[in-house]
């Protein structure tokens, strides 16, 4: 079983950065495709970024330019930085991992889930 804990969520005025933390309960260098999405009230789950096995990473069009997804495989550790933030960015953050295969923006590919962590975003 895979458990995943993430933190580094708080509030900040928009234009501002936050940096969010995964850490995952095993090694996640060449066996897990690591993946943050976000929920906002009342909307569904939608993906933000992913990073391969391999390093290769994908984002939603929404974050590109403004966050970047990295790993440090060492401290079995995911990282997400969000500069230039935007109140459309307030929403829980989730951490994902899955073994599979197909390592892309869709939740109902991940098996794994931490528990979030709340980013919001004032104007």
């Known amino acids: 079983q895979v458990q995943l804990v993430e933190s580094g969520g708080g509030s900040v005025q928009a234009g501002g950065s936050l940096r969010l933390s995964c850490t995952a309960s095993v090694y996640i260098d060449s066996t897990y495709c690591m993946g943050w999405f976000r929920q906002a009230p009342g909307k569904g789950r939608l993906g933000v970024a992913t990073i391969e096995r391999d390093g290769g990473t994908i984002y939603a069009d929404s974050v590109k330019g403004r966050f970047t997804i990295s790993k440090d495989n060492a401290e079995n550790t995911v990282y997400l930085q969000m500069n230039s933030l935007k109140p459309e960015d307030t929403a829980m953050y989730y951490c994902?991992?899955?073994?599979?295969?197909?390592?892309?923006?869709?939740?109902?590919?991940?098996?794994?889930w931490g528990q979030g962590t709340q980013v919001t975003v004032s104007s």
């Open positions: 994902a991992a899955t073994s599979g295969a197909i390592c892309q923006l869709l939740a109902d590919r991940f098996d794994y």
